[in-house]
């Protein structure tokens, strides 16, 4: 019976990621078949895609070379199995954004030339290019963890062997992750923050105003971040916490084979209630939020519909194994079917209360955005102290949300339980990231349709597509956040329940987890310091670099307007090329030391304590949380409210109000697109790491 489930869980797990990659590659037919419009709209894409593979190409040449060192490290320090997974989670994770990618910088100007028909015409093009990138992320992660599985299996490794080897294809695709997030984050920021002091704010020029040097490079910017980065950061969010609950399953239960592939099977199950739902996106009179969020309710309400026969088929019937520890089983007896089932109910329902709490605290409708925009008047201090302070608010409801969700899985069915959650939360991966590539596919077609000076009622379509993708990249982020913060809990507690079974195997159970929790120990506690004190480093050199790259462009746009002063006049052409080479350049260099940080620090301190490292650990989970959340919060305030004092409020353009606001983005933008979203995959690979150290630290 267990290979029974084992091999059909496989099985439907492989035939609904291959659903997902073809969805990709026929949508991808029908965008290219598109008109990319007029050849100066070509011209502006086609100089964005140039820019955007450059920087991807050498961004993944030196990751490349971090990657084989630790698949050598891998293979001679713990298994070949282990390395190879490396290697798939690592490929897999770089080919859906890089294959993403560049489907929205060639979507960009199909978008601005469909705007010609109205906004459903131009919704559906950008939708539908996002949707690529988000489906490919979610059957690409599924194809590897399941496909990964099966060929282990097929190969004769136990289950739990299998498993522990999938650990290193998360920790592949945690690489690419935090490479994606700070080098993407690193090049978009300072392409944006420089463009906007000398043209926003010396100059007095608009936003993608050709004439500004540094236009190509803000429009490759958010391309590379927000499409690439997020992708790989959900893509190994997604990954990782698959194989993690599988490993919980294993740890909990009798019935392994049902445990093992039922993370897979919710996963497969969502694939095709994501395909359906992206034909839910309809504009109804012209409301584009309404649009995108009724495609995303249609796949939560089939998931959901669909987790029932699935976890009763899996998860009826089980049984503890021998020795299984009170941390796994909530202390309760063996979950039922309906308890699996609620716990996906559960992961559902912090989705949707996360997506409601983060469009609070950043759309323009609502009073954190409002207020800042307010403050402005006054000056450019409290713009900033407004904006901090609205950040540090956000963090409240989102950590009772996720305090909640866990004490209810955790009665429900244990940590298991937990991880079931956030497997169904993680569900819903397809449809969020396509939520947010459409923000930079509809940014890119707003900046083609100002710099091919497209007609006015192209513009009127552009925009409210723009405003609205701006909403939908700060709503994401707050999801990718809380479902990262959920997914290292359950890697935490994987950590755990790997020690125990390392030390029961070596006989020394008592003395390797005796006081793991204990806060009155003193290695407990100097681990939760440096847990702590790695993440504000962390952020700390993610900031100062995009500081240092903006002010090399800021240079570079400051020496071109005042040598070729027929720049402003329109009779000399801007060189595009020189500021993306020198955000590429910077953001090469500035992404290793902050990368290298939640690898070294946690094998430097496990090999000195298992139980500092433990601290640690928690140390990373909680303080990540607080900062990333105030961070992309924060600064999504700040930008929102610098957009509503742009249309017309407090002054409107030009004012001292909008000046001030200016500088509050300029100040948000390294908070909520590099450092922020950087901590996301930080916390996982600390997690991941430790997990692989644990039979050196036995």
């Known amino acids: 019976m267990t290979e029974f489930l084992t091999d059909y869980g496989i099985i439907v797990a492989l035939a609904c990621a291959g659903a997902a990659v073809l969805y990709g590659l026929l949508t991808t037919r029908w965008l290219l078949a598109k008109s990319p419009g007029n050849e100066r709209m070509q011209e502006i894409s086609a100089a964005v895609q140039e820019g955007a593979g450059a920087y991807l190409t050498r961004q993944y040449q030196i990751i490349g070379i971090v990657a084989v060192v630790l698949a050598i490290v891998l293979a001679i320090g713990l298994d070949i199995e282990t390395a190879i997974g490396f290697a798939i989670g690592g490929a897999f994770s770089g080919a859906a954004g890089f294959i993403g990618m560049n489907v929205s910088v060639r979507a960009n100007t199909r978008v601005a030339e469909s705007a010609r028909g109205g906004v459903g015409a131009a919704l559906d093009v950008a939708f539908k290019g996002g949707a690529i990138t988000g489906l490919l992320v979610a059957g690409l992660a599924l194809l ?311 007609p006015q009622d192209v513009r009127d379509v552009t925009d409210p597509l723009d405003a609205v993708g701006n909403t939908t990249k700060a709503v994401t982020k707050g999801y990718a956040i809380g479902s990262a913060v ?95 080479s020198i955000v590429t350049t910077a953001a090469q260099k500035q992404m290793i030391a902050p990368a290298l940080i939640p690898i070294v620090i946690p094998v430097v301190v496990g090999l000195l304590s298992f139980q500092a490292l433990g601290g640690l650990l928690i140390g990373v989970i909680v303080v990540g949380f607080f900062a990333a959340v105030s961070m992309t919060s924060g600064g999504g305030a700040w930008d929102n409210a610098k957009k509503l004092i742009e249309d017309g409020e407090y002054g409107g353009k030009g004012s001292s109000a909008h000046e001030a606001s200016v500088t509050g983005d300029t100040v948000g933008d390294p908070y909520k697109d590099t450092a922020g979203p950087a901590i996301n995959p930080m916390i996982k690979v600390a997690n991941i790491v430790a997990i692989l150290i644990i039979p050196f630290l036995v």
């Not at 496909?147 to 190969?155: P, T």
């Not at 307007?561 to 801007?574: A, N």
């Open 144 to 454: 590897g963890v399941a496909g990964y599985y099966g060929v282990l299996l097929l190969a004769g490794v136990e289950e739990k062997d299998a498993i522990d080897a999938l650990v290193g294809l998360g920790f592949g695709g945690s690489l690419i992750s935090v490479f994606a997030r700070l080098g993407g984050g690193i090049f978009t920021k300072a392409a944006d923050v420089g463009a906007d002091i000398v043209g926003k704010i010396e100059a007095g020029i608009p936003e993608d105003d050709p004439r500004n040097p540094a236009v190509i490079a803000d429009n490759v910017g958010d391309n590379v971040g927000d499409c690439a980065g997020m992708a790989a950061d959900l893509f190994e969010t997604y990954a990782v916490t698959a194989v993690a609950v599988m490993l919980l399953g294993v740890l909990t239960f009798n019935q392994i084979g049902a445990a093992s592939v039922y993370p897979l099977v919710i996963g497969g199950v969502s694939i095709i209630a994501s395909i359906i739902g992206t034909f839910a996106v309809r504009s109804a009179a012209g409301n584009v939020e309404r649009a995108l969020y009724q495609g995303l309710i249609v796949s939560g309400v089939l998931a959901a519909l669909a987790f029932l026969p699935v976890t009763l088929w899996l998860m009826d019937d089980l049984s503890f194994g021998k020795d299984v520890s009170p941390l796994l089983t909530g202390g309760g007896g063996v979950p039922s079917g309906l308890d699996f089932y609620l716990c996906t109910l559960i992961g559902i329902g912090i989705t949707a209360a996360l997506f409601v709490i983060t469009d609070y605290y950043t759309s323009t409708r609502f009073r954190p955005v409002r207020t800042t925009a307010q403050a402005s008047q006054t000056g450019h201090a409290t713009n900033i102290i407004q904006g901090l302070a609205q950040g540090f608010q956000s963090t409240a409801a989102p950590a009772i949300v996720l305090a909640l969700g866990i004490l209810a899985a955790n009665e429900l069915a244990g940590i298991y339980g937990i991880g079931v959650a956030v497997m169904a939360q993680l569900s819903l991966t397809g449809l969020i990231v396509a939520l947010d590539a459409f923000g930079p596919i509809t940014d890119n077609a707003g900046g083609i349709a100002e710099m091919a000076e497209l």
């Open 486 to 580: 959920l997914a290292a809990l359950v890697l935490f507690a994987a950590f755990i329940e790997e020690l125990r079974e390392e030390a029961r195997a070596e006989g020394k159970l008592g003395e390797l987890t005796a006081g793991i929790f204990d806060i009155s120990n003193p290695e407990v506690l100097i681990g939760l310091l440096v847990g702590g004190m790695m993440v504000y480093l962390f952020s700390a050199l993610s900031i100062e670099s995009v500081g240092r790259a903006a002010g090399g462009v800021v240079d570079e746009v400051r020496r071109q307007f005042k040598e070729k002063p027929g720049i402003m006049k329109g009779t000399e052409k801007p060189d595009y090329k020189q500021c993306v």
